[in-house]
């Protein structure tokens, strides 16, 4: 179909029959709506893919509406979406399986700011969950000389896919100066009776002297421990 150039053309988006496209090979123009000339068919394979697009958006919204206050970037919805398509074709069912280590943001990790250089330890009972954590060094954020410390903070998922309601509960314990000595850091959280699947996360936000400094690139958040694992 030959291009119409809209030189007072003003619409975006589709009128009628027509819409209005700015695109960069071709700039700013219209063209028909799709299906309105020759009707659109989808095959089965389309469908199929369609059906398990929808289907994954269920568990994936309900934990992205979960973190997405917490700490995230631009690609924490496709990442998650990715990951439950995968495993609904892998698996046909949709768990908590291959979360281990999972990011919330790519950005501004949590392992760029621990190296691994910590240990938790998780004793879940029915209704309570004793979390310690270790550091066996502090935290480290490169050329931030003006950060003095941090704040370490726990946070429990606790999703259930069959209803599409994830609950969160959070912990955070007071700021820890790079001048404090290392020790365990003791966190309890409660868990409801016969939750069996859930996510651990810990997120370390940067501190300048005892002020949170509350912006994406002073904090990592991620994935420590997931439910049946432990």
Not at 19 to 32: D, E, F, L
Not at 138 to 151: C, L, Q
């Amino acid at each position: 179909m030959a291009r119409i150039l809209p030189s007072a053309i003003k619409v975006q988006g589709t009128v009628l029959d027509v819409t209005v496209v700015n695109s960069r090979k071709y700039g700013r123009h219209v063209r028909a709506r799709r299906g309105s000339i020759k009707p659109v068919t989808i095959n089965g394979e389309m469908e199929k893919s369609k059906d398990s697009l929808l289907e994954c958006n269920k568990p994936a919204k309900m934990l992205f509406d979960a973190l997405r206050h917490e700490h995230k970037d631009g690609d924490l919805w496709p990442r998650l979406l990715s990951h439950f398509r995968k495993q609904l074709k892998e698996d046909n069912c949709f768990s908590l399986s291959g979360f281990e280590r999972f990011e919330c943001s790519t950005s501004y990790t949590l392992h760029s700011l621990v190296l691994n250089e910590y240990a938790i330890t998780v004793k879940a009972s029915k209704n309570k969950m004793q979390v310690t954590l270790k550091f066996h060094k502090h935290p480290g954020w490169k050329k931030r000389s003006y950060v003095t410390g941090y704040r370490p903070e726990l946070t429990l998922l606790l999703p259930d896919f069959e209803t599409g309601i994830c609950s969160k509960v959070s912990a955070h314990i007071p700021v820890v100066h790079f001048t404090d000595a290392l020790k365990p850091l003791r966190f309890d959280l409660p868990i409801p009776v016969g939750q069996k699947q859930w996510l651990l996360l810990l997120s370390i936000t940067a501190c300048e002297k005892s002020k949170v400094i509350t912006v994406p690139t002073h904090k990592g958040m991620a994935v420590v421990k997931v439910g049946g694992s432990i």
